[in-house]
């Protein structure tokens, strides 16, 4: 009986009074706004006319065009730069998750000369601007030969995301207990078989936010496209579309345009491997 009274009085104490609702919510709804209002203004302005951005009028309502998206896609070289930077960033979530998986997969499970010496490998390589890196990988691309190569800025984006997820995907594999593993030899597994057939399944959250993290890496980056990508025919988006904007003038229309558009493929993979986000993040942030 004192269980049951102790019970409602907590609950009582805990019940929050109609001005605190209010309040709660009334915020809530402030920072959704507050946080929709870019996405709808870029959406809006995409859908007017070619210079109706510059009118205060909710033009969008009397007469919505598509005129933007038909420059974008017939007048500059969008197609071209937008076919260069899926192609980068899709690489770069295939290669990035094979290499993070079984690099996080060695650190967690053996042990070997030198070991220490990766993790700390990891984590100073995370430590370097971006903009200290440029110069070395550089001269580096320019003397294999992958300047203006989609392999080449594949290459730099692997270096950027592959010692972050590493590290999470060892966090990752260390929750996995390793009786699963030696079952797997009992069976006459190779230890490679092992990790790809039964341990890197059972990691599938841990690989969706590794490949979700790699594909933007690469899909929003500029630094290293605009170094490497000199040519028209070779840019991607971030680097393509800095056409869109001069020194004392700017093309809202294919701005936003462009941006609805670039939204679209990102949009894709994250719908595909968001069930798997949270899982993923938060068992890879419990142990390092």
């Known amino acids: 009986m004192s269980d049951i009274t102790t019970g409602a009085g907590t609950r009582g104490r805990h019940r929050r009074s109609p001005a605190g609702s209010v309040l709660l919510h009334g915020t809530l709804l402030l920072a959704t706004a507050i946080s929709l209002f870019p996405v709808l203004w870029l959406l809006l302005t995409s859908l007017k006319p070619r210079d109706g ?16 998206y038909t ?6 070289a969008f197609p071209t730069w937008l076919l260069n930077s899926v192609l ?18 060695a650190i967690s499970r053996f042990r070997f000369p030198g070991h220490r010496g990766v993790m700390w490998l990891l984590l100073v390589t995370q430590m370097f601007p971006v903009a200290i890196l440029i110069v070395p990988l550089y001269n580096l691309m320019a003397r294999l ?13 692997l270096t950027v995301a592959v010692p972050f997820c590493a590290w999470m995907m ?17 069976d006459g597994l190779t230890p ?9 399944p059972l990691a599938r959250p841990s690989v969706a936010v590794t490949a979700f993290y790699c594909f ?13 990508m000199s ?24 701005l936003t345009a462009s941006a609805v558009l670039i939204a679209i493929p990102a949009a894709i993979v994250f719908l595909l491997v968001q069930r798997h986000l949270v899982a993923g993040l938060t068992s890879g942030a419990t142990k390092m």
């Open 170 to 186: 060892k966090s990752y594999f260390d929750t996995i207990p390793r009786e699963i593993d030696q079952a797997g030899l009992i």
């Open 216 to 228: 933007m890496t690469a899909w929003g980056e500029v630094a290293y496209a605009s170094v490497f």
């Open 231 to 254: 040519q028209e025919e070779k840019r991607t988006l971030a680097v393509g579309l800095q056409q869109f904007v001069g020194q004392h003038w700017s093309d809202w229309g294919l």
């Open 71 to 76: 420059r974008v896609l017939t007048e500059t």
């Open 88 to 105: 980068a960033a899709v690489l770069t979530m295939i290669l990035g998750v094979f290499v993070a998986a079984t690099t996080g997969y």
């Open 192 to 200: 490679f078989g092992t990790f790809w057939r039964i341990v890197l």
């Open 145 to 157: 030969g992958l300047l203006n190569q989609i392999a080449g800025l594949v290459v730099a984006y």
């Open 53 to 68: 951005w510059l009118s205060s009028e909710l033009e969008i309502f009397n007469r919505p065009s598509l005129a933007n």
